[in-house]
């Protein structure tokens, strides 16, 4: 059996807490003294009896209440007591929110000819319906506590990580070579040349490109044949037209082109447009359920549909939706939250300083609102502007957050964006981020912190959608993270992303990054940015690894500062170099008084991708390039970075240099061995501190963390 998780500390029954207690079984009202004997049933009522009491204790169970706000005077800390199994739920039985006039409130079968997505047509498929009440309004579904996808095509699942394969998305063009004017698909064929070609477009259109049977203008012509009126307008489209920006709009119009046998679909233009790597997925019709394990609803008639996996029968129980966003709306200070699974809603705050979440489990944490036509819930899609969509963790304008012990798993959407300052995120896990990725914030990442000197800290994070993965904020520490399998759903990227003012003084050190086809570390821009700290850092399999930007020459023909790059091990990039530090950006010279010292790589150069030496005004010493560089490491397979004994690398780092803005001290320092472990040093290891089993971070925290439900353990 697997090691089990350490149990969490209660707090201390002392003088410093003054509980009141809530339960399933308790009552509200003033009979009720709160006590562990005697409790309330509701947060609510509970929050409305405090006097001088601090904390909230919940006795084991599953609670379903309307989003709380918390506005107490009072220091206040809301936790599971006794270390019980307490969960916020925010679903719904189908059964609570049946309509109970319309065949007796129960499922129907609904018998209906459907196309796939290799546009096969299969009559009399038998799927099932449930008309809901008409105050009813839900945009995620459950079966046994797992996720059924939007009905969509191409259809894509969780399961099978295909929500991460473009092929499970609809195609455009894949580059629009401007000079020559050619219009080249995924695979580099050519297919078409110039403005008057049936595949070109512009921004405010697409053209389904067809790839592996997937063809737009092959489904909607045999959905025709069912239905002549079938059309694509006033389905919801998710673009990722833009590099690094995804957004999602209302079709407006389809056009076929019966001669050339494409489809042309129309959209209100996109804030950020490029001409390469076009992709998309549509969404909200019944005729894109047409796969096990999807769902729609109509909101209009308030029908939904189901098709379950293996054929399943739905029942009142088993299938449940989400109505809420939010348990939690923290609006004062010195909250605590500890020891909760939140399931399908979470917490969000504002002017919430010294917000503490501890050792919480967020499962479906939070996602779109598609399924009712809405980014986020509440408000109509507005396909004329591009909203920004907000319904994730989202802790604005609050100081000292620190998210501690915590994990993630299956979010659409980013996970958690925090603005204030000060903010921590310590040995937390995410996984399975994002399979939309579209109307994000700023750059559009994963996590996304703003203000001055944030840390993160001894994080695991991987399976992420967004081109991204962390976006720190100024002057951060971005130390011990563990990061791998990023940024499928984006094009451009890394995983620690430093935009140009986020690059002075930041502090990325001690890190892995690894097994992602975006770069393991950059520092953006067009060499504006200065004094940001890259060292001690370990990579591989990365699509590239370090990429630095910076050192640019002010008006006056002095340079705005370098960057530091050192003690840094990478080896195994697959398409770029393991480090680069440029020489030059859109013909600019930059990285003046940048250092490259005591790095251990197979690659490094002043260009992205070719061989090229650093120019002179970097300053690049004792770092060593072997051919492969695992072959003068200790034991790569069980992650011993350490390096051999051998004089390239042991002893021959330097260790003295300084200049007049680097002088690096405490964990900052430079070591004596080339690379980012020294012979017989530190084994250390990057991410979460509380995995001490034999099982792998995704094993270890899915047993330990995700079960709250008994639906939720394997059969």
């Known amino acids: 059996e697997p090691e089990s998780e350490p149990e969490s500390e209660p707090e201390a029954e002392s003088n410093a807490y003054i509980p009141y207690f809530v339960s399933n079984d308790g009552n509200d009202n003033v009979n009720t003294n709160g006590d562990e004997n005697n409790s309330f049933k509701t947060l609510n009522y509970a929050i409305s009896r405090i006097t001088n009491q601090n904390a909230i204790y919940f006795k084991e169970g599953s609670y379903e209440f309307d989003e709380e706000e918390i506005t107490t005077n009072n220091d206040l800390l809301i936790q599971a007591y006794n270390n019980d199994n307490v969960i916020f739920d925010g679903t719904r039985e189908i059964n609570d929110l049946k309509d109970n006039s319309i065949n007796n409130g129960l499922w129907q079968e609904y018998t209906t000819s459907i196309v796939t997505d290799n546009n096969q047509k299969i009559n009399d498929k038998k799927i099932y319906r449930i008309k809901l009440r008409q105050d009813v309004e839900i945009w995620q579904l459950f079966y046994k506590r797992k996720e059924i996808i939007n009905a969509r095509w191409p259809s894509a ?235 994730q963790i989202n802790i604005t304008s609050s100081s000292n957050v620190n998210f501690n012990k915590c994990a993630f798993k299956y979010t659409d959407g980013s996970v958690l964006e925090v603005t204030g300052g000060n903010t921590t995120i310590e040995d937390c896990y995410f996984n399975y981020i994002d399979k939309t990725v579209c109307n994000l914030s700023s750059v559009m990442t994963t996590i996304r912190l703003s203000g001055n000197n944030n840390t993160v800290k001894n994080n695991t994070i991987h399976k992420t959608a967004a081109s991204s993965t962390l976006n720190s904020g100024n002057e951060a520490i971005i130390e011990y993270n563990n990061l791998y399998e990023s940024g499928y759903l984006q094009s ?72 530091f790059v050192y003690n840094n091990t990478f080896f195994n990039s697959v398409e770029k170099n393991d480090i680069m530090v440029l020489n030059t950006q859109k013909g600019e010279n930059i990285n003046y008084g940048s250092v490259v010292l005591n790095n251990l790589c197979e690659k490094l150069s002043g260009h992205r991708t070719d061989e090229e030496s650093f120019e002179s005004w970097i ?18 397979d069980n992650n011993d970075y350490r390096p051999i004994i051998n004089t390239s690398i042991v002893g021959a780092g330097n260790t003295t240099y300084t200049n007049s803005e680097f002088n690096p001290t405490g964990v900052d320092s430079l070591t004596a061995d080339i690379g980012a472990m020294n012979y017989n040093g530190n084994l250390w290891k990057a991410g979460i501190t509380w995995n001490n089993s034999y099982l792998n971070d995704s094993e270890y925290v899915t047993i330990n963390r995700f079960y709250f439900y008994t639906d939720l353990q394997p059969e």
């Open 492 to 563: 451009d990227g890394a995983m620690i992303h430093c935009m140009v003012n986020q690059q002075p003084n930041v502090k990325i050190r001690y890190n892995w990054v690894h097994d992602t086809i975006k770069y393991g570390i950059r520092f953006d821009g067009d060499g504006d940015g200065y004094n940001g700290y890259i060292h001690h850092n370990i990579g591989w399999n990365c699509e590239g690894g370090i990429m630095v930007k910076g050192g640019i020459l002010d008006n006056n023909g002095n340079s705005v500062g370098g960057h």
């Open 619 to 636: 300053y690049n010493s004792n770092n060593f390039t072997p051919t492969n560089v695992e072959d003068y490491l200790i034991d790569v």
């Open 157 to 391: 699942q969780w399961n099978d990580d295909s929500v991460y394969n473009w092929n499970n998305w609809g195609h455009g063009y894949y580059d629009f070579k401007s000079s020559s004017g050619n219009i080249t698909n995924q695979s580099g064929d050519v297919i078409g040349n110039g403005t008057n070609s049936p595949y070109y477009y512009d921004n405010g259109e697409i053209v389904d490109v067809s790839h592996n049977n997937i063809n737009l203008y092959e489904f909607v012509t045999k959905q025709q044949e069912i239905n002549s009126a079938f059309d694509i307008s006033g389905s919801l489209i998710n673009l990722n037209v833009g590099s690094f920006k995804s957004y999602t709009k209302i079709v407006n119009s389809q056009t076929l082109d019966n001669n050339n046998e494409v489809i042309r679909l129309s959209y209100d233009s996109v804030a950020l447009w490029k001409e390469k790597h076009h992709y998309y997925y549509l969404e909200n019709k019944l005729e894109y359920l047409n796969s096990e394990n999807e769902w729609f609803f109509d909101n209009d008639s308030k029908y939904l549909y189901v098709w379950l996996p293996d054929d399943n029968i739905p029942d009142l129980q088993n299938i449940r939706a989400k109505v809420q966003s939010y348990s939690l709306n923290i609006r004062t200070n010195n909250v605590s939250i500890e020891n909760i699974n939140f399931f399908s809603t979470t917490i969000r705050g504002n002017n919430a300083d010294n917000l503490r979440v501890y050792n919480c489990n967020f499962m479906y944490s939070s996602c779109y609102a598609h399924m009712l036509n809405q980014i986020n819930y509440g408000t109509d899609i507005q396909p004329s502007n591009n909203e920004v969509f907000n319904s």
